[in-house]
C-alpha cells in the first residue's frame, strides 16, 4: 500500500467516525431530544467504540495478514453505518428520557459502525511498518493524520452539512462512498464485490423508502405539522413527537394550549392598552405573537428564534405573516441588539418537553432582559417541570434575584406537586394583577391561580440561583434521572 492511499484511508475513516458521531444527535433527537445528557452518552459511545476498535483492529493485523484487512471493514463500517438510521427507527419509540435508554439508542446506532472505522488506523500503521527504527515517525504521523481527518469531519458536519442537506442521505452517500472504498481495495475482481454493493444498494433504497419520523428536519429539531382533525383550521406543531404549539388559520385568537391563553390573561391584565412593544424569546409556532399582533394592531413584535426552518415551517404551514419581525439568532446574542428601557412586554417560550435551552434561564440571561424592558414592562416565561420541580423552584428564585415583584401561576395541582407540565412566572418592577389575572382565568372556565411574596418564598424554598457557571436545568428536569 503507498503512503498517499495509506494516509487517506486513515483520514477518511477517523473523518468519518465523527461525522456519524454528531449526525447521531439529529437521529436521536426525535425520541430522546437535545439536552447534554443525550450528547454526554453519544460522546462515551463512539469514544468506547473507538477505544475498542483500535484495540481489535491492533490485535487483528498482528495475527494475520493486515493488506486484506481495510477493504473489508470499509465494507462493513459502511453498511452498518447506513443501516444506523433504520435501528434508530425500530427501536426509537421504545426508548424512556433517562440515562439507560440514551446509552441503548446510542449503542444500538453508532457503536459498530464507530469500532469498524476505528479498526482501520492500526491496521494500516501495521501494513506501514517498514521496520522498528521507524515506528515512533509512522505511529506519530498516522496519529496526527486520523486527528486532523477527525478534526476536518467534525467542521464540515456541524458548519456545512447538517445546515445544506437532512441526515439520511447524508449518512446514505457517507455509507456508500465507505462501501465502495472498501470494495475497490478490495474485491474488484470477486464475486463478493457484488453482494457488497449490493447490501448499499438496498440499504440506500430503505433509506430512501422508510425517510424517518420527521417532515421536516431542521436545525435543531423533527418537526411535524398536524391537521386537527376536530377543527379544519387548526394545525399542531410537533417538535421531537412533543406538541409545541398550537394555530388555528383563521382565528389567531383561537390558543388552545393552557399555558398560552393563561399568558395572553397576564398580559391582558399587565400591559398597557393598545398598541404594545414586544420582544418575544422563541417561536415555535409563533402563536401568541400571531394572537397579540390580531388583538393589538399597530404593536411592535420581534421574535428572536434560532431555527431558520422553524420560520419557513410558520410561513408556509402555519400562521406567521410578514408583519412579525423574526431575528434568526441565538436569543442570547440577538437581545444585546435590542435597545435599552423599550419593550412593554417580553415573552420567554424558548422551551419544549424534549429540550431546555439552560444558557436563556441564568441570571445573567435575566438581567438583560430586565434591560430591554421599559420601567413598568413585563416578563412572562413559560417553564416546564415535573415531579419535585427543582427546575421551576430555581427559575423563580432566580427571578427574583433581579426582579422585585415576581409571581408564578399554574393550576393548584401543579403548586402543591401533584402533577405537573407547563408554569408562567411573571415578573416586573410593578406589582403584578393576580386578582386581574385570576379573573380573566375564571371568566374562561379554567383553574390557574398566581402566588408571590412569602407564598411564593415558600414554594421556592432552599433553591439555588441559576447562574451561567451553574444552570444544571437537564438534571433538575430529572428526565434523564438513573
Excluded at 445528557?37 to 498482528?62: C, H, M
Aim: glycine share 10%; hydrophobic share 50%.
Amino acid at each position: 500500500m503507498n503512503q498517499l492511499l495509506a494516509r487517506s484511508l486513515v483520514f477518511f475513516t477517523s473523518a468519518a467516525v465523527l461525522v456519524m458521531e454528531i449526525l447521531a444527535a439529529r437521529l436521536l433527537a426525535p425520541y430522546l431530544g437535545v439536552s447534554l445528557e443525550v450528547f454526554t452518552g453519544i460522546i462515551g459511545v463512539i469514544l468506547a467504540g473507538i477505544s475498542i476498535g483500535a484495540w481489535l483492529g491492533g490485535r487483528a493485523a498482528d495475527r494475520g495478514d493486515p493488506d486484506r484487512l481495510p477493504g473489508l471493514l470499509l465494507i462493513a463500517g459502511g453498511l452498518i453505518a447506513m443501516a444506523s438510521p433504520l435501528i434508530i427507527d425500530l427501536i426509537g419509540p421504545t426508548l424512556e428520557t433517562d440515562v439507560f435508554s440514551v446509552l441503548v439508542g446510542a449503542t444500538a446506532g453508532f457503536f459498530l459502525p464507530a469500532a469498524i472505522l476505528s479498526a482501520v488506523p492500526p491496521v494500516v500503521v501495521k501494513i506501514q511498518l517498514a521496520s522498528l527504527e521507524k515506528t515512533g515517525r509512522v505511529v506519530g504521523s498516522y496519529s496526527a493524520i486520523g486527528t486532523a481527518g477527525a478534526i476536518l469531519g467534525t467542521l464540515v458536519t456541524g458548519f456545512v452539512l447538517i445546515a445544506a442537506f437532512p441526515t439520511r442521505p447524508t449518512v446514505m452517500v457517507l455509507g456508500s462512498l465507505l462501501t465502495v472504498a472498501g470494495v475497490a481495495l478490495s474485491f474488484t475482481r470477486s464475486r463478493w464485490s457484488i453482494v457488497a454493493v449490493g447490501g448499499a444498494g438496498l440499504l440506500a433504497l430503505a433509506l430512501f423508502v422508510f425517510d424517518g419520523p420527521c417532515q421536516y428536519e431542521t436545525t435543531y429539531h423533527c418537526a411535524i405539522v398536524e391537521v386537527d382533525e376536530n377543527r379544519p383550521t387548526g394545525r399542531t406543531l410537533l417538535l421531537d413527537r412533543i406538541r409545541n404549539s398550537y394555530v388555528d388559520l383563521e382565528d389567531p385568537t383561537y390558543l388552545q394550549f393552557r399555558y398560552i391563553e393563561l399568558m395572553a390573561d397576564v398580559l391582558e391584565a399587565q400591559a398597557p392598552s393598545g398598541p404594545i412593544e414586544v420582544v418575544s424569546i422563541g417561536g415555535g409556532g409563533f402563536t401568541l405573537p400571531g394572537s397579540i399582533d390580531h388583538v393589538r394592531p399597530g404593536s411592535t413584535n420581534t421574535v428572536l428564534e434560532i431555527d431558520s426552518k422553524l420560520v419557513d415551517i410558520g410561513r408556509s404551514d402555519l400562521a406567521l405573516t410578514e408583519a412579525i419581525d423574526v431575528v434568526v439568532k441565538d436569543a442570547r446574542i440577538s437581545l444585546r441588539d435590542v435597545a435599552d428601557n423599550t419593550a412593554d412586554v417580553v415573552i420567554g417560550d424558548a422551551y419544549s418537553g424534549a429540550s431546555v435551552p439552560w444558557h436563556l434561564t441564568s441570571m445573567e440571561f435575566t438581567s438583560e432582559i430586565d434591560r430591554v424592558l421599559s420601567p413598568t414592562g413585563v416578563y412572562m416565561m413559560n417553564v416546564i417541570d415535573y415531579g419535585d420541580l427543582q427546575f421551576v423552584r430555581a427559575e423563580a428564585r432566580t427571578l427574583r434575584e433581579v426582579f422585585p415583584n415576581v409571581a408564578l401561576f399554574a393550576p393548584p395541582a401543579y403548586l402543591n406537586g401533584e402533577a405537573g407540565g407547563n408554569y408562567v412566572l411573571v415578573a416586573s418592577h410593578n406589582p403584578i394583577n393576580i386578582d386581574e389575572t385570576e379573573g380573566l382565568v375564571a371568566s374562561r372556565g379554567s383553574s390557574e391561580v398566581g402566588i408571590e411574596g412569602e407564598k411564593l418564598a415558600e414554594f421556592i424554598g432552599n433553591s439555588p440561583v441559576l447562574v451561567d457557571d451553574f444552570a444544571p436545568v437537564d438534571q433538575m428536569l430529572g428526565r434523564f434521572g438513573a
